[in-house]
């Protein structure tokens, strides 16, 4: 079955200590994507990935970092985690291309700094 | 400063009845919009979109329409069904924005729409 996968699901954690949000997808998709989801802001982008070793600054990438060393995975890691990082977080990837926007989102991590 | 707004967080409509989303955006260089469609505990799915060269698109029961003049779409359901019930993104790109096409997908805030039976 073709999906982007996350993991964990629900994480609750404290504050400076790092974490890594897991995202794989089984569909050979060259580009990649980190959203947060928070109430009244919609969905923001943290980071994309047009292609392995290919990554870039999205809308609101202060306190994340992603890697793409291979293409089926794109981990995001927050080096230092704050309160403010509190928040819904999607995965998404996309075949690649002009205005490939047909986004295939995982299911989402609830990510809950104290 | 949002670019892309949904002013409705809620929407209530009767099964049968027409369900109508607003969207409106600032941003001119936007030139293609999508609608994106999501239940609880699950990701965003893709609904439909329209490039700016339309103003509607159709694909069964969904209908988008493009006012660019007045940089609003809108998302028409016919009828609505129970399983309509879900939160609603509009979604923007435009081809002057980015190099690469879908890099500045940008949403808006949602609008959550159930279905009364």
């Known amino acids: 079955e073709a999906q982007v996968t996350q993991n964990p699901r629900y994480l609750i954690t404290v504050t400076g200590k790092k974490l890594t949000v897991t995202c794989s997808q089984n569909m050979n998709h060259e580009y990649m994507s980190w959203y947060r989801q928070d109430p009244g802001l919609g969905l923001r982008q943290i980071y994309y990935s047009m292609n392995v070793e290919v990554t870039d600054k999205g809308d609101v990438p202060e306190g994340y970092k992603v890697s793409r060393k291979e293409k089926r995975n794109f981990p995001l890691i927050l080096e230092s985690p704050s309160p403010n990082q509190t928040s819904l977080y999607f995965c998404?990837?996309?075949?690649?291309?002009?205005?490939?926007?047909?986004?295939?989102f995982g299911s989402g991590t609830q990510l809950s700094v104290l | 400063d949002q670019q892309v707004k949904q002013n409705s967080p809620s929407l209530s409509v009767q099964e049968g009845r027409i369900s109508i989303l607003n969207c409106d955006y600032t941003n001119s260089m936007f030139d293609y919009f999508l609608w994106y469609k999501k239940y609880p505990a699950e990701g965003p799915t893709f609904l439909i979109s329209?490039?700016?060269?339309?103003d509607k698109n159709e694909d069964g029961r969904f209908t988008v329409f493009l006012n660019k003049s007045a940089k609003h779409l809108s998302l028409h359901i016919v009828p609505s069904q129970p399983g309509d019930s879900a939160v609603y993104f509009c979604a923007a790109l435009g081809a002057l924005i980015s190099n690469f096409g879908n890099e500045k997908l940008t949403f808006g805030t949602g609008t959550r729409l159930t279905i009364i039976p």
């Open positions: 329209i490039s700016s060269i339309k």
């Open positions: 998404a990837s996309s075949p690649g291309g002009t205005y490939n926007e047909k986004l295939f």
